[in-house]
């Protein structure tokens, strides 16, 4: 099957982009990296009256690290942020999560907000966004907004992106705690499939030398990113493992797992516990180290 005939723009500047997306009567779509929009458009589960190409506009083609944020435009491939180094030293869990990413050739290709917007609940950085609390940039030809985290994530495929509306920016705050550090794991069929279970995680330690707190998020469990905060598993107890199991039996009680062709409900809450431990073990082994421990 091939995409419906379309309209297709390919604006030179932001405001070109804009006006694109705002004229009236026309379902558009942006066009980045393409990896996820054109295969649902070949399958005319996406069927726009018009594609904008945004590939031109240079200016949101950046990665970088300024006022306690790691800042990346909408241009910016997945290949981009994994090789950054400054993104890396300034929130190790981007590199970690974007290793998972499918295949070299779609991280050459596709971007990271675009990702983000796609609101995938089996991707990895919405999972990533959602536990940072990180900010969504976008504007249209009223303004621009930011929108939170928490607020940005609607449902399966489904983000607060109104039409009219393009993604311009994500926030990633950056590691805030001396003494903490960040860990992902998940599963998947084969490596770059879709993760059955993922889980990306958060931990620091306190002045005492133990566990200070913990906040774990999972892609593929729900139809948008869950975020839970361990804190309470774990707070006070020794930096070492003794206290994951207890951690990964209060996410598989808090966790509303649900049945797909690829896992029962079972399965996957089981999943997650085991993949709650090796996060949380990842995130405290950095953690220990960034304290001196």
């Not at 031109?56 to 910016?76: C, F, K, M, N």
């Not at 796609?118 to 030809?141: F, I, K, N, Q």
Request: overall charge neutral.
């Amino acid at each position: 099957m091939k995409p419906r005939s379309l309209g297709y723009a390919r604006p030179e500047t932001v405001a070109e982009a804009l006006a694109a997306l705002a004229a009236p009567d026309v379902e558009a779509k942006v066009l980045a990296g393409g990896q996820s929009l054109v295969p649902l458009m070949s399958l005319r589960l996406a069927a726009p009256d018009l594609l904008v190409d945004i590939n031109r506009l240079a200016e949101l083609s950046y990665v970088e690290v300024s006022d306690g944020q790691v800042r990346v435009g909408a241009l910016a491939r997945h290949a981009e942020v994994l090789a950054n180094p400054a993104a890396a030293a300034a929130q190790p869990l981007l590199r970690k999560a974007l290793r998972f990413v499918a295949h070299p050739a779609i991280r050459n290709r596709g971007t990271t907000v675009g990702s983000i917007v796609h609101a995938d609940p089996a991707g990895e950085m919405p999972a990533v966004l959602a536990l940072l609390a990180g900010t969504v940039r976008v504007a249209s030809m009223a303004g621009e907004r930011s929108i939170p985290a928490g607020e940005f994530f609607l449902g399966s495929l489904e983000s607060a992106v109104q039409p009219g509306e393009l993604a311009t920016e994500v926030q990633f705050p950056v590691l805030p705690r001396q003494g903490a550090g960040t860990g992902f794991a998940e599963i998947s069929r084969r490596r770059g499939d879709y993760a059955v279970c993922g889980v990306a995680a958060i931990a620091w330690i306190g002045a005492d030398g133990r566990i200070g707190g913990a906040k774990t998020a999972y892609l593929s469990v729900g139809p948008s990113p869950v975020v839970l905060d361990l804190t309470e598993a774990l707070a006070g107890t020794a930096a070492d493992a003794t206290s994951f199991p207890v951690a990964a039996s209060l996410a598989r009680q808090r966790l509303a797992c649900g049945s797909d062709i690829h896992a029962t409900a079972r399965y996957r809450r089981q999943l997650a516990g085991v993949l709650t431990e090796r996060a949380l073990a990842e995130a405290l082994a950095e953690a220990r180290e960034a304290a001196g421990a």
